[in-house]
Structures are given as C-alpha cells and as structure tokens.
Antibody, heavy 115, light 107 residues
Framework: QVQLKESGPGLVQPSQTLSLTCTVSGLSLTSNSVSWIRQPPGKGLEWMGVIWSNGGTDYNSAIKSRLSISRDTSKSQVFLKMNSLQTEDTAMYFC?????????WGQGVMVTVSS | DIQMTQSPASLSASLEEIVTITCQASQDIGNWLSWYQQKPGKSPQLLIYGATSLADGVPSRFSGSRSGTQYSLKISRLQVEDIGIYYCLQAYSAPPTFGGGTKLELK
C-alpha cells in the first residue's frame, strides 16, 4: 500500500535551515509527484511546492526564494530545504502524493522555530 | 493566485442532519476542486476529487457538486465520526490554494 512518512528535526533555531525528508513506499517517484504542505498551529493549510514525476519543481511564490525540493529516486525519498527560518515557519509539515489532488498524505512532522 | 472563499467558517449541526459547506473560487477552475476532512492531530483525508467524484473508502453520505465557480460539499446524514475541519482545494492553476476551512461541530 502507498505510504509517505516525514522525518526531520523538531526544533530549528531562527535564521537556520530546515531539512526534511519524505520517505515513500508503494509508489515510484518517477511516475508520481509529491508536494509539501504546511499548517501552522491552529491555522489552515498552505501548499509549499511540488516535485513532479519528471523531476521538475514548482514553488509557492511567497517562499520560493527560501525553498528547495529535491529527490533521490533510488531511495524513494523527497527532500525539503528551507533557509532563513523565522518563528512564523513553525508548523506541521506534510508531504502528499500530488495528482492535482492529494490522495495520500504522510502523518506530518511538527517543526518549531525557536531559540 | 486563485482565492478560495470557504463558508461557513464554523458550523454546529445535529446527528442525522444535512450539512452543506461551500467554496467560491475567484475565477473559473473547472472541476479541479477537491475536498478534505481533517481530524485533530491527523493529516487531511481526501473526500472528493474532480468536484464530484467520491474518493475510495469514503462513505456515500458525502457528495460534491458544482454550480459555476461555486462548489459544495454535502453530508446527507451527519454522523459522529464526521466531526472535524473541512477544506477545499483548487488545483486548476499554480499555486494550488486551499479554502480557509470549516470547523464542523455537533450541536
């Protein structure tokens, strides 16, 4: 069955870089696209960016300058890197299969930006 | 960016009641609209895609409809397990944008 699982540090200091990994199983990254979505505590959902099945990427323009998404198809992993973190980046971060709707989601990883 | 205006922001309803949540798109998005349910501490779950298609495993009391640029999610007979927050999502054009959410509670 299809599974996605996020991993990464729970605490990041302001101005530092966040690195998250989404490990997928039950699907191939060369024929499936994966998006990152985040949700600040008590707030709504924000799409961050996608890595398409062909390896191309698209990003939310609001955070494009700070965000990078990449993958390792041999390890079935998708990576998110976002620099210059601020307190407003505190959120639950999800990865999800992107077929122009999100049918499979990871459980999410909570990231707190604090000194 | 396409704006998705979701209403109501919160809703209190009784068991077995019919519940309707709407999303108004700021421009034409065709049928590129999906609905999600999120329970506390959990990731969102897909309910409806393509505006009207029921996702696998979703009870048939959930349905989606479209009238122009207004989209609706209907729960025909509210059950306890339907309590949560509901979001719409447009994927017609980048970036995909979510509605603000509807918090559904039991009366």
């Amino acid at each position: 069955q299809v599974q996605l699982k996020e991993s990464g540090p729970g605490l990041v200091q302001p101005s530092q870089t966040l690195s998250l990994t989404c490990t997928v199983s039950g699907l191939s990254l060369t024929s499936n696209s994966v998006s990152w979505i985040r949700q600040p505590p008590g707030k709504g959902l924000e799409w961050m960016g996608v890595i398409w099945s062909n390896g191309g990427t698209d990003y939310n323009s609001a955070i494009k300058s700070r965000l990078s998404i990449s993958r390792d198809t041999s390890k079935s992993q998708v990576f998110l890197k976002m620099n210059s973190l601020q307190t407003e980046d505190t959120a639950m971060y999800f990865c999800a299969r992107d077929g122009h709707y999100f049918d499979y989601w990871g459980q999410g990883v909570m990231v707190t930006v604090s000194s | 960016d396409i704006q998705m205006t979701q209403s109501p922001a919160s809703l209190s309803a009784s068991l077995e009641e019919i519940v309707t949540i709407t999303c108004q798109a700021s421009q034409d998005i065709g049928n590129w609209l999906s609905w999600y349910q999120q329970k506390p501490g959990k990731s969102p779950q897909l309910l409806i895609y393509g505006a009207t298609s029921l996702a696998d495993g979703v009870p048939s009391r959930f349905s989606g409809s479209r009238s122009g640029t207004q989209y609706s999610l209907k729960i025909s007979r509210l059950q306890v397990e339907d309590i949560g927050i509901y979001y719409c999502l447009q994927a017609y054009s980048a970036p995909p944008t979510f509605g603000g959410g509807t918090k559904l509670e039991l009366k």
